[in-house]
């Protein structure tokens, strides 16, 4: 998942603000800036939904479309980190990060719950695909 360069760019531009400026608001480097507006590196979470109440948009306006819809894009789009998730769900991080991660199936009791933390429909978590397994080092899976 990316961020729409130049869209940050001329978001940040149309309010008048350098990339300075646009640093100051959001508590990070100028250099952050430039990254993101250079190679569409995406912000943490937090800083993310920052920098799209900055900009006075919505987050999904600043995401690259045409990614696919995973528990990851929704929940960055939503500018949470795994861990706030997993409070919402009343489970442990890593219970979290397993389904995230596609080791395990999206339990149906949690449907309505990320429905509502996501504001999507219970029924796409049926059919959401998650991110494929990570590998390691020599191509294989973890």
Known sequence: MRIRRERLRHLRRKRGMTQSQLAAALGCSRAAVSTWETTGRLPRPDRLQLLAN????????????????????LRLTAGMLAKDVARVLKVSKST??????????VPPRWFPILSRTFGVPAELFASLREAPPATNADGGTE
Do not use: A, N
């Open 96 to 105: 979290y990060c397993h389904v995230e991660r596609g080791r395990q199936k």
């Open 54 to 73: 900055v900009l006075g948009v919505p987050v999904c306006h600043l995401i690259e479309d045409g990614e696919s819809l995973s528990l990851v894009s």
